[in-house]
T-cell receptor, first 113, second 114 residues
């Protein structure tokens, strides 16, 4: 069964900390995505990557960066966490033939205190 | 930029009743259209998608959606609701002529009563 795994389901961090959210997929997919999900706002794209070491900004990249050193792993980094980054974060992947996300992880609920 | 509007943040139906979740998009040319479902405490699953060809698209779990260009709509339906259909549903659409990464609507929570 295909799998997108996010390293933490729940995470609590403090303002100003550097936070790493990890995502691994086992489907050899080229495309990987990071979204944040907030009530009443749906999903908003933060960054996506279409190949190793390649990245593109999404709709709300400010305050975030990403890293894709290996094909199966896509990391989201909050350089200096702020309370307005408290949210649910979803990672997704798809093969290069499909630009829309196909498989999602179960999400990381991040709280910044 | 593409925008997607889902009418109704919550829809409530009785078990066995018709499910209708509404979605309208803003593109002036036919985009690619998608419906996703999110069960509690899980990520999203792709229910169905329209790219080209037949305008009535069948998906998983008995859901289907019809692309209507004249109405810029892509409503999701299911003839008979099950309790297990209770979830959050998201419509998404690509922008035309640019990135094919879809834009998501705000979601509709489907509540199914016994």
């Amino acid at each position: 069964d295909v799998k997108v795994t996010q390293s933490s389901r729940y995470l609590v961090k403090r303002t100003g900390e550097k936070v790493f959210l990890e995502c691994v997929q086992d489907m050899d997919h080229e495309n990987m995505f990071w979204y944040r999900q907030d009530p009443g706002l749906g999903l908003r794209l933060i960054y996506f990557s279409y190949d190793v070491k390649m990245k593109e900004k999404g709709d709300i990249p400010e305050g975030y960066s990403v890293s894709r050193e290996k094909k199966e792993r896509f990391s989201l980094i909050l350089e200096s966490a702020s309370t307005n980054q408290t949210s649910m974060y979803l990672c997704a992947s798809s093969p290069e033939t499909d630009n829309q996300p196909q498989h999602f992880g179960d999400g990381t609920r991040l709280s910044i205190l | 930029a593409q925008s997607v509007t889902q009418l109704g943040s919550h829809v409530s139906v009785s078990e066995g009743a018709l499910v209708l979740l509404r979605c309208n998009y803003s593109s002036s040319v036919p985009p690619y259209l998608f419906w996703y479902v999110q069960y509690p405490n899980q990520g999203l699953q792709l229910l169905l998608k329209y790219t080209t060809g037949a305008t009535l698209v069948k998906g998983i779990n008995g859901f289907e959606a019809e692309f209507k260009k004249s109405e810029t709509s892509f409503h999701l339906t299911k003839p008979s609701a099950h309790m297990s259909d209770a979830a959050e549903y998201f419509c998404a659409a690509t922008a035309s002529g640019g990135s094919y990464i879809p834009t998501f609507g705000r979601g509709t929570s489907l509540i199914v009563h016994p």
